[in-house]
């Protein structure tokens, strides 16, 4: 009679159900952390949409203080839109989405995120959610509030019409929830922004806060990236519950046929040498296979040597932009990226990006800040748990001249920036919170942070050099001018220009500009001298107004708005001078020779190019 009681009192829980009593394994566990989440989920829609769709992102983010602890939150973007049918599902259907089954990188992929935040705020306020989507610039767009019915998981829409929005295109969806809105914090909304403005530098994003200040984060490049193709399953790191399913799915009508058709890398040979290593014959049909006969046909798969899977399903913010995001953001002095060469784990493709900024405005004297991304989404919490920070802190930061005690993050006035993009994000938990430390994503980070400790040396060592070497011209700046002053009144002859001979002294290039002047005609000289220890190369420009002419055959004059610029590819070697002449007739824009392909460090009398 127990039994039947307790038989009575089972029964099946929609997924909607299980979430609302288990919202904190979502990232709802906090009011602060909340807040961040529903924003997170919203613009993270927004950018897939708008690069899905192939367009220039412009998400705006506006919350406001409804009372002490509840907000609206508006998010609304310029994407293509959502068509009618599919916003009560997209929004109001928890594990409703296009990308689960899909294998390329994404920022969503369970379906769960945005309706997620439609549950939350639901739930804390009992208020609906408001989506507003334009999808043709000629039709209005159309307003749905909807709720989800949590015991069905199913949306149910409270009202639908049609209005006149001013975007051509878009969506826009409004939350009213319970939540903290934080400033001075790291897990903050504007950080979250601020981090997604990083990795995303042709997204223009911006906050409207509850006190009424304006955020913006401008697009500092047009280049829209690139969308991931979706690619079949890799054999290799297959498992037996999904190879069970596509066999049973599969239009396929033999084996040899879904193994080239449903996999990537398997061509007529790798499908005649898995099957080889099997009893299975090469026409059954799929959907015949016993237990006993797809555990074989794993077996097949890890012995067989297959080529890594297709990268173009991965989307790289690239290094190049790694780098002006942080000098953008940071106003650092020196900054390197590297973007690693793609690899696998478990089947699943993946590639790590790193980027280093020193110095500029950040402080020596604290922990070098580490900015975490998986599939450029911002990782702001759980730090301490993450592969990523763990890989930074396991690096013998000494060797690469920076302060460190053993396995903590070293301090310097740096910033780390860490991504990592895969087709399956190995994250430690439903809230996607940390990377999980699998070995050969770990690897690959711990080189590229190598890789770019590498570079940091050399500019500090570098760094370090100059500052002596500026130390030592300083003092032959205030000496040898005096000393040559006396000289010149002892000996009664005129006084000599000293800068040639601290360039001598030190082991610089020295550029020296000479110039008559004679019935408004200009005779120029350049001297250059190279009193480094090696050969060099580089540019020198001088910028005309007027006419010029030059008897170097060398020199190259190209005229543009009225002016003139001339350019000279010199190679010098070691303690080698040449001579550089021309005539104007007008004047010599520039006031010192400007020079490119060389450190400035090594540069006297002559400006490093900055245009």
């Known amino acids: ?333 020196w900054a390197y990226a590297v973007t690693r060469k793609p690899k696998v784990f478990s089947g699943n493709p993946f590639l790590v990006e790193v980027g280093i900024g020193y110095g500029g405005e950040l402080r020596g004297d604290e922990k070098v800040r580490v900015i975490r991304f998986a599939n450029k989404i911002p990782l702001l919490y759980s730090q301490g748990g993450c592969a990523l920070t763990k890989a930074v802190e396991n690096v013998n930061w000494k060797s690469y001249g920076l302060s460190q005690s053993k396995n903590e993050l070293p301090t310097a006035p740096a910033v780390f920036l860490i991504h990592v993009a895969s087709t399956n994000i190995p994250y430690t938990s439903e809230s996607k919170e940390a990377v999980t430390v699998i070995p050969e994503i770990y690897e690959e980070i711990r080189l590229a942070l190598q890789e770019v400790g590498r570079k940091l040396k050399e500019y500090i060592d570098r760094k370090e050099r100059y500052k002596k070497k500026k130390s030592k011209e300083d003092v032959l700046n205030k000496i040898l001018p005096l000393l040559a002053k006396k000289v010149a009144e002892v000996l009664e002859r005129d006084e000599i220009d000293v800068s040639k001979v601290i360039s001598r002294i030190i082991g610089n290039i020295h550029i020296q500009r000479d110039v008559t002047e004679k019935d408004g005609v200009i005779e120029a000289e350049l001297k250059v001298s190279n009193y480094t220890r090696a050969k060099k190369e580089f540019k020198i420009y001088e910028i005309i107004a007027g006419s010029v002419e030059a008897d170097d055959n060398e020199v190259k004059i190209t005229e543009s708005g009225g002016h003139s610029t001339m350019l000279w590819n010199i190679k010098l070697n070691a303690n080698e001078t040449r001579s550089l002449k021309y005539t104007v007739k007008g004047r010599i824009i520039n006031k010192k020779p400007y020079v490119d392909g060389v450190d400035e460090s090594l540069i006297d009398g002559a400006e490093l190019m900055s245009f």
């Open 1 to 333: 009679m127990i039994a039947e009681e307790f038989a009575k009192k089972q029964k099946e829980i929609s997924i909607a159900e299980f979430f609302e009593k288990n919202k904190h394994i979502l990232g709802y566990s906090n009011p602060a952390k909340s807040l961040i989440t529903c924003v997170k989920e919203a613009v993270d829609n927004s950018l897939d949409a708008c690069e899905d769709a192939g367009i220039l992102p412009d998400i705006m983010v506006k919350i406001t203080r409804v009372e002490k602890s509840r907000f609206k939150v508006v998010v609304e973007d310029n994407g293509p839109g959502i068509v009618r049918d599919q916003i009560p599902k997209i929004f109001g259907k928890l594990l409703y989405g296009s990308r689960f089954h899909s294998i390329r990188q994404s920022r969503g992929q369970q379906g769960i995120g945005v309706s997620g935040a439609v549950l939350y705020a639901q739930l804390t306020t009992g208020k609906p959610t408001i989506i507003l989507s334009k999808t043709d610039p000629d039709k209005k767009a159309v307003r749905v509030e909807l709720f989800i019915d949590t015991r069905r998981n199913e949306p149910e829409i409270v009202s639908e019409e049609e209005v006149e929005w001013f975007r051509a295109r878009g969506t826009r969806i409004e939350l009213e929830l319970e939540g903290a809105y934080v400033k001075e914090r790291k897990q903050s909304v504007l950080e979250y922004l601020t981090e997604t403005a990083i990795v995303n530098p042709h997204a223009k994003i911006t906050l409207i806060d509850p006190d009424g200040e304006i955020f913006e984060f401008e697009r500092i490049t047009e280049e829209i990236p690139e969308t991931p193709k979706e690619i079949p399953p890799h054999p290799h790191g297959i498992e037996m519950g999904t190879l069970m399913w596509m066999l049973k799915t599969t239009k396929s009508s033999t084996l040899k046929a879904f193994l080239k058709t449903e996999f990537v890398r398997v061509g007529d040979k790798k499908a005649d040498e898995v099957l080889k290593k099997t009893n299975i014959q090469p026409t059954k049909k799929p959907q015949s296979l016993n237990r006993d006969e797809i555990a074989e046909l794993i077996d097949a798969f890890k012995n067989t040597d297959f080529l890594p899977p297709p990268t173009d399903c991965l989307s790289p913010i690239g290094d190049k932009n790694i780098m002006r995001s942080l000098i953008n953001k940071y106003k650092v002095e």
